[in-house]
T-cell receptor
């Protein structure tokens, strides 16, 4: 069975500081991994995804994530936080099914950015 | 702007009411999903339609009834709900024939059951 663990339900950083949100996965097959962001009163927006190929994945809004098979990790980073980055972030792994993509979400990490 | 449109944005209903949530996408996606999200929790999968056929029902109570009239539309019919059903209901879609196709989410319907 596949699963995702996000370490730290709350992360607080200063504006301009490095953002690091941690995600570890468990999967018996090569995983497809995703990071989504959810702003208040909105749906989920895809930040980036890893399927195959390059292990360093770049996404929107300056975020990137590195797939590390040996560590079963897919941590999300951004060099310099902006106030607008404050949101809930979800890591997800895909369960391969025929005809659809069943996502298994982590519990989420709330990012706070303070001046 | 989201490419998955959900209506209404907010809904308040009594426990004896019947209402419907609607979802529409025009990206040519063949898989559509209903998720339920409680405050401070990740989305929980309820139903998946693939090529307009119900593929997953995650043991959802029968007071929730999904419908997929065509490849662009997805409805969720609600009847005799309980206060604990109050939540954000999210619709999503993805390409049906690509395993790693990401889900595109709508902005949700905020449901309050009184």
């Amino acid at each position: 069975a596949q699963s995702v663990t996000q370490l730290g339900s709350h992360v607080s950083v200063s504006e301009g500081a490095l953002v690091l949100l941690r995600c570890n996965y468990s999967s018996s097959v090569p995983p497809y991994l995703f990071w989504y962001v959810q702003y208040p009163n909105q749906g989920l927006q895809l930040l980036l995804k890893y399927t195959t190929g390059a292990t360093l994945v770049k996404g929107i809004n300056g975020f990137e994530a590195e797939f590390k098979k040996s560590e079963t990790s897919f941590h999300l980073t951004k060099p310099s936080a902006h106030m607008s980055d404050a949101a809930e972030y979800f890591c997800a792994v895909s369960s391969l099914e025929r005809g659809y993509n069943k996502l298994i979400f982590g519990a989420g990490t709330r990012l706070a950015v303070h001046p | 702007d989201t490419e998955v449109t959900q209506t209404p944005k907010h809904l308040v209903m009594g426990m004896t009411n019947k209402k419907s949530l609607k979802c529409e996408q025009h990206m040519g996606h063949r898989a559509m999903y209903w998720y339920k999200q409680k405050a401070k929790k990740p989305p929980e999968l309820m139903f998946v339609y693939s090529y307009e056929k119900l593929s997953i029902n995650e043991s959802v109570p029968s007071r929730f009834s999904p419908e997929c009239p065509n490849s662009s539309l997805l409805n969720l019919h609600l009847h005799a709900l309980q206060p604990e059903d109050s939540a954000l209901y999210l619709c999503a879609s993805s390409q049906g024939d690509i395993y790693n196709s990401p889900l595109h989410f709508g902005n949700g319907t905020r449901l309050t059951v009184t």
